[in-house]
């Protein structure tokens, strides 16, 4: 069985960074495109970054670039997602979520990854930004 799971979320002030981590078990985490999910209280949940199975394509929301890098450890079955200069913003729980052959979507103000085609999801690590 698939399984996804995220830690390292926490409280931080504004400014400060966090690294999260998504472990893989029941599969072998190269076959599958991955992307970083989050939601807020009272909000829809969008999309932070995604990346293909290589690790060699990133895309990631306007919202994060600069601030937010996804990155992937094949051998040890885990992507990563480091934020920095955290913003009270930023806060809400963050999923990991796997997918085979994901595609892009793509609009006139970013490109990012067909939700739709995540199959397989973490149960979330809560972060929050505040002073």
């Known amino acids: 069985q698939l399984q996804l799971v995220e830690s390292g979320g926490g409280l931080v002030q504004p400014g400060e960074s966090l690294r999260l981590s998504c472990v893989a078990s029941?599969?072998?985490?190269?076959?599958?495109?991955i992307g970083w999910f989050r939601q807020a209280p009272g909000k829809e949940r969008e999309q932070v970054p995604c990346?293909?199975?290589?690790?060699?394509?990133?895309h990631y929301r306007n919202a994060v670039k600069g601030r937010f890098t996804i990155s992937r450890d094949n051998a040890k079955n885990t992507v990563y997602l480091q934020m920095n200069s955290l913003k009270p913003d930023d806060t809400a729980v963050y999923y990991c979520?796997?997918?085979?052959?994901?595609?892009?979507?793509?609009?006139?103000?970013?490109?990012?990854?067909?939700?739709?085609?995540?199959?397989?999801w973490g149960q979330g690590t809560q972060v929050t930004v505040s002073s």
């Open positions: 990346i293909n199975r290589s690790g060699g394509i990133t």
């Open positions: 979520a796997a997918g085979e052959n994901v595609r892009q979507r793509i609009t006139n103000i970013q490109t990012l990854c067909v939700e739709a085609d995540f199959s397989s």
């Open positions: 029941g599969f072998t985490l190269d076959r599958y495109d």
